[in-house]
């Protein structure tokens, strides 16, 4: 088969899988998982053999026309270049983990076919976006992940969390989808095609006639799907949904469209210096902010939320400075880490009986109960802090050193601007994500107190999938100076001045986090922490919807406890109240948003019923006096119908007399 062939194949099995696990989940249960696991393998090994035919060579293009419109041709296309080829690469090896990973987590669920068939869905409109070279198909897999992502995490609707949840992240971004929408029209009207290479083609040879207001329009919808500031605040309520979904998401799928979509369309913002300043100060926002919030959170999976916030905010800030390359390399190697991290979260949840840290802190000897996440989680987590050699060092060099090298002039994509703002905002968030990292390590692995209750040995689905991903997540970046034809022909190792400094205030936001928590730790013992909600026979995705139950009960929020032991709150001192509530940015939506389009559906629904319905029902009650009138005129008495007749007879015969008299006197 040619290389496009199997690259159509590799989006089509999984939505293929998807409909058939619909359509046989009830009558044929037994057929399901293996209808979520098989294609989704099959088109991850496709994938990596367009890659491998690929190359890293030029591009390899393929079109159809769709449908004609009149105006701007919409086209079945595809564009594979080295990001795409790499990009499928890692959706479909992350897809199929989680896939092999649920099996397992939801074994009893009764909902699983409707969920596994909304995963494959999900892999596939990813895929769609990936391999898509032409916008408008590109929009319709970007629109089902918006749509899959609402089922998903609302998976629990039975929790309210799960529900508001759902609702939020559908309806921000969609929000961010309506200006994302409008800027695609403008693009397609300013360069007369719809097709990525021809609207390439055409911004190189000066054809852009509006690029800020565009750039501006598809930022927004760039900054809802991927969760940067401000459009960010329904990435850690997502955590609601199954924790194989958070991995989804989070690592290889909704969140990463929006930086990918930037990486395919960079000519486009590049043509506007005030979009890349835009973008690098909507960077620098969303990486600060993330790791103060991430250092001052409970929930084990809200860290991690706020982790990929920042770290999404890092891919950001690369290509504000103008180089995809690096944006790719830590998409793809932050995809890897980040599975692994949530994944195991997922095996410690299960076996804690909580998500709470404060809680985990508690408890003697998780690590011992867990040793496959143990080991896992503590190299993503070195991977997260860009601790060398591991993948996360190189890719987050590759961006710092792009950084660097706009803001001293090198490079001249970006306004040096944008450069001194990624670098500067890149090296505090270092420091931040060095002891948000350790924080958690600490408090779930080195907790002192009680036993950690028995599970017993956790499934072999769950525990392998994070070993197959720690692969990577070790080995990619040593790759980085092999594979620079992927990425543009671009370099991509780090140098020698950002390594020692990145990688010295990495080591110093580490070290103080320890020393804090060496402080702290003796308080544990004095505050004991409940929230556990345990169950050794339990089905993992059982413990997960109690624990955040629990977790809300016992604390009255999912984000925070009061618990003094806690070394991010002797860290933040007065700013922890601030940042374990997202700095209330979801308190400024509610006044500014929320409460004012309430207030004006109570106006309307008031204006409906009391003024609208006023005049409609006071209609029909004239017609029903006018009836009523009527009919008691209609009495059946044949005597009164010929009073009535003849009476009427009598008053028209003198009103016409009476007519005739005064007419002849005039």
Known sequence: MTTTTLAALVPLLPFLGAVAGLAVGRTAPGFVRPLALLPTLTATALAVIVA?????????DAATQLTPTGSVPIDLALHLDGFAVLVAVLVGLVATCVQLYSTAYLRNDARYPSYAALVSLFTAAMLLVVYSGDLMVLLVGWEIMGICSYFLVGHYWETPEARAASLKAFLVTKLGDVPFLIGLFALAADTGSFRITEILAAVSSGGLDHPTLIALLLLAGVAGKSAQFPLHTWLPDAMAGPTPVSALIHAATMVAAGVYFVARLLPVFAASGAALVVLAVMAAVTMTGSGLAALAQDDIKRVLA???IGQLGYMSGALAVGDRGAAVFHLISHGAFKAVLFLAAGVVIHAAGTNSLAAMSRMNGLARRVPDAYWTMTVALLALAAIPPFAGFFSKEAV?????????????????????????????????????????????????????????????????????????????????GAIGDWFDGHGLTPTLTTAVLSTGVTLVGGLVTYAAWRHTTALAARTPIGAVAAHPDADPALVEAEAMTSHTAAYGTIADAPDPA?????????????AVTGFHLDALYTALFVRPVQAAARLVRFLDREVVDTYVNGSGAVTRLLGNAVRRAQTGNVQTYVSALLAGSLVLAIAAVVFANVNAGS
């Open 52 to 60: 491998l035919r690929q190359g890293g060579g030029r591009a390899i």
């Open 306 to 308: 706020y982790s990929t």
């Open 400 to 480: 710092l050193v792009a950084a660097e090298h706009t803001a001293l002039g090198d490079r001249t994509v970006a306004p040096a601007a944008a450069g001194w703002t990624i670098l500067v905002a890149g090296l505090l968030a270092a420091v931040l994500t060095a002891a948000y990292a350790a924080r958690l390590w600490l408090l779930a692995f080195r907790g002192r107190g009680a036993e950690a209750p028995e599970h017993g040995k956790q499934p072999l689905a769950m525990t392998s999938v994070l070993w197959v991903l720690a692969v990577p997540t070790i080995g990619f970046g040593l790759t980085a």
């Open 566 to 578: 806690d070394p991010g709150r002797l860290l933040l001192g007065p700013l922890h109240r601030h």
